[in-house]
Nanobody, 116 residues
């Protein structure tokens, strides 16, 4: 069973940066496509970025040019580098396989709060 542990969240002022980590175990990471998801208050959990096993990335428009999602296969870890954070980025952030559903096993997520 895949286990996912997100870390690195916190509080930051608008315009600031954070880097989240996603440690993956229980799967062959170098063939594991990673999706990043977030759940803002009062909304559903939504995907916003993904990276294939080969490193091809995709982003929704709202985070494109601000967020990047590198991966380190040697460390079984994916990262979410968030720059120029905005209050609308406030959410609990999760990682999982690409196209994960509610039936997948999820980690606890990590809270990101952007506020002045």
């Amino acid at each position: 069973q895949v286990q996912l542990v997100e870390s690195g969240g916190g509080s930051v002022q608008p315009g600031g940066s954070l880097r989240l980590s996603c440690a993956v175990s229980g799967s062959t990471f170098d063939v594991f496509a990673v999706g990043w998801y977030r759940k803002a208050p009062g909304t559903h959990c939504e995907p916003f970025a993904g990276i294939t096993a080969r490193g091809t990335t995709t982003y929704v428009d709202s985070v494109k040019d601000r967020f990047t999602i590198p991966r380190d296969n040697a460390k079984n870890t994916a990262y979410l580098q968030m720059n120029r954070l905005q209050p609308k980025d406030t959410a609990v952030y999760y990682c999982n396989r690409l196209f994960a559903t509610a039936d997948d096993s999820w980690g606890q997520g990590t809270q990101v709060t952007v506020s002045s």
